[in-house]
């Protein structure tokens, strides 16, 4: 069964693809609380309507190795994870938000649009 890793350490997204088929991509290093986690990775959020925020959130996670308990223990040792994804790019998008157990970790994409900004620089 999958779940949350212990905590992200680093989160960094972009666009990739080209101007015609742009991607979203995401890279996640994390912490397990033990060694032998298997199947990490980036799992995104569904929305039915897009986020008035602009971030899509993602979680990650992996499988705990068996007969690895879900307590803390002695032998325990956080060990490093890491994970990508890659997908559409929505329009809406203008960051990701990444989920663990202890903390999360936002990253931008897209500097989010300001109206009178716009027009500033366009007058320039």
């Not at 705990?64 to 997908?87: F, I, K, Y």
């Amino acid at each position: 069964m999958s779940e949350l890793v212990r905590e992200i350490v680093e989160v960094n997204a972009f666009v990739g693809g080209d101007e015609e088929n742009p991607v979203l991509a995401v890279e996640a290093e994390g912490l397990t609380p033990t060694a032998g986690w298997s199947q990490v990775r980036l799992e995104p959020h569904v929305y039915i309507t897009p986020p008035d925020d602009g971030v899509q959130d993602f979680d990650l996670v992996g499988d705990r190795p068996a007969g690895a308990s879900p307590e803390p223990g002695a032998a325990d040792a956080l060990t490093p994870v890491e994970a990508a994804w890659e997908g559409p790019l929505e329009d809406w998008l203008i960051g990701v938000r990444i989920h663990a157990v202890d903390n999360m970790i936002e990253d931008e994409v897209f500097e989010p649009w300001d109206e009178e900004g716009d027009d500033e620089s366009e007058a320039a």
